[in-house]
Every structure is written in structure tokens, then in C-alpha cells.
């Protein structure tokens, strides 16, 4: 498989319970990005590595976020205390560094809390 | 901060007649812009992207867009929209570090 996967597809949860989110970028890609999308919305930028250093996090990136990529490979995106305002499309993205914005966009992971 | 402002948010075309989707940015000397397109339940895929080489920029599936420094802007267009042309478009800019702000998006209806 050559493109972007996330995991799980679709995830329901109580507010107030913790979820966490995997995406596996492009194996040769060095950059991976995660952004949130609600709805009617374009996608906003939260948070981006470049191998396994967290480079940059974005102000909508609360205490209660938490991003990982440990072995500069798969990424994990983990929301604690769930909050209605959580819900949306959390979107991964891998590139190359030098790659021109050669992005390339997981389907990613539509949440939903009740 | 930089940005992309999309002044349409839902365009509706018939099959068969052209396609403009609006985007304006805000002034830089040098900007990279793109337009993606979404369809439902799949990954944004990137249409074309603008990197100072030509003012049009020819990208996927027939779309084209002309990037216009004296106007800002950076439209969409194709000379005849199809079925499958129907999702949701974004113009987008990038900014340091690769990433990306994105507009907010235009919802592109194709009529029979």
C-alpha cells in the first residue's frame, strides 16, 4: 500500500472519555501532519514532525492533545476528556521535506463525541 | 497571517457547461498556492500547484488555474464540468514549514 492510512475510519465516544488515533504515512516520507477539518470547514493545520521531533504545534492544540511519533514512522494522536467541540475529521498527511508540498492525505478519522 | 479566501461557497453548473471556482489570497511576494478537491469518504487530492514557474498552472482531470499577482487571485476553472467533477474544492497556500492554510472551501454541484 502506497498511500496514507489512519485508523480507525469512524470513532464514537462519551464525552469525557480519552481516544486515540494512528496514522501511517507514506514509508519514504519524513514529514507527517495532522490537521482537523469540522464541518463546513476547511482543514486546520494542529501539529506536524519531521521524523520522530515534534517541530510545531498549532494554538488549536489544547493540554488535552497529544501527538507521538516515536520511531519517526506511524504517528498517534490521543484527545483526553472529550469535549463535544472535539468532534470532526482528523486528517493525516505525510511528505517529503524538500518535496514542494508534495503532500499526499490520509482518508482520516471521523470522531464524534456524544 | 497569510490566507486564502474562497468567495463562493456553493457553485452549481450543469453538465457540459464551464466551471469558475473563486479563490483570493492574501499579498505575499511569493506565494505557493494549490487547489485540492474532496470527494465524500475520501483523502483531499491535490488538482494543481502554483510555484512561481507559470502564471497557468494545467493540473489533473482537465482543471486549470491562473494565478493573477495584480488581482490576487488564483481561480479554478474547466471548460466543461462532469458528473464526477461534483465534491468539494479547497484553495490552499502554503506556508513555512509545509504547511498548509486552507480555505474555506467551495461545494461544487453538477447538474444534469
Known amino acids: 500500500d502506497t498511500g496514507v492510512s489512519q485508523d480507525p475510519r469512524h470513532k464514537i465516544t462519551k464525552r469525557g472519555q480519552n481516544v486515540t488515533f494512528r496514522c501511517d504515512p507514506i514509508s519514504e516520507h519524513n514529514r507527517l501532519y495532522w490537521y482537523r477539518q469540522t464541518l463546513g470547514q476547511g482543514p486546520e493545520f494542529l501539529t506536524y514532525f519531521q521524523n520522530e521531533a515534534q517541530l510545531e504545534k498549532s494554538r488549536l492544540l489544547s493540554d488535552r492533545f497529544s501527538a507521538e511519533r516515536p520511531k519517526g514512522s506511524f504517528s498517534t494522536l490521543e484527545i483526553q476528556r472529550t469535549e463535544q467541540g472535539d468532534s470532526a475529521m482528523y486528517l493525516c498527511?505525510?511528505?517529503?521535506?524538500?518535496?514542494?508540498?508534495?503532500?499526499?492525505f490520509g482518508s482520516g478519522t471521523r470522531l464524534t463525541v456524544v | 497571517a497569510q490566507s486564502v479566501t474562497q468567495l463562493d461557497s456553493h457553485v452549481s453548473v450543469s453538465e457540459g457547461t464551464p466551471v469558475l471556482l473563486r479563490c483570493n489570497y492574501s499579498s505575499s511576494y511569493s506565494p505557493s498556492l494549490f487547489w485540492y478537491v474532496q470527494h465524500p469518504n475520501k483523502g483531499l487530492q491535490l488538482l494543481l500547484k502554483y510555484t512561481s514557474a507559470a502564471t497557468l498552472v494545467k493540473g489533473i482531470n482537465g482543471f486549470e488555474a491562473e494565478f493573477k499577482k495584480s488581482e490576487t487571485s488564483f481561480h479554478l476553472t474547466k471548460p466543461s464540468a462532469h458528473m464526477s467533477d461534483a465534491a468539494e474544492y479547497f484553495c490552499v497556500r502554503g506556508n513555512a514549514g509545509n504547511m498548509l492554510t486552507f480555505g474555506g472551501g467551495t461545494r461544487l454541484m453538477v447538474k444534469p
Open positions: 498527511a505525510s511528505s517529503l521535506t524538500a518535496g514542494g508540498y508534495g503532500y499526499t
